[in-house]
């Protein structure tokens, strides 16, 4: 008796023949387990696998916990202190304005605390002064000139300062 085959496993089984199968990624490896209590285990694997960002999806006070605990090392990009204030301002604010929305269902609120705008610019001041030393570490001591690529602006005076008498810089004439 002859078995009947769809045309899906008709192509199946000619692609197999064909070794269009053969080499694929994970190909002899085993699956990954599936939870079946977390019904969330397909959203979890997809964003592991395709390395997805979902804080945009977080709850609004979660998402700003998460960036409140990035303070003050996230702030280090910034270059003046009024800047740096504004951010922690603007970021009060959206905490506020989180805490006005009305709950949602029979589960207690999550709030995400305000900053202190003052204790946070200091710690971001520290950082700077840290950063800065570690800047200055990377002058050469001997000559102060630095080892990284200087800028354009003052290549005179590091030309000048190089070739001073005594130190192997100005040809002495002869007879002086």
Known sequence: MERWESSVEKAIREAQERGEFDNLPGAGKPLPP??????????KQ????????????LPPAIALRKEAAGFP????????EE??????IDFNRRVREDRLRPGEGQLPRILAPTVDVDALVE?????RVAERREATADVRQDDGIPTTVPDASGWFRRWVGRRRPGRGGWPRRPGT
């Open 34 to 43: 599936i939870n079946p209590n977390d019904p969330d285990w397909f959203v």
């Open 46 to 57: 997809l964003a592991t696998r395709e390395q997805l960002d979902f804080t945009g999806a």
């Open 73 to 80: 090392e996230s702030l280090r990009e910034l270059r003046t």
């Open 83 to 88: 800047s740096v204030r504004q951010v922690l």
């Open 123 to 127: 710690q971001w001041r520290v950082l």
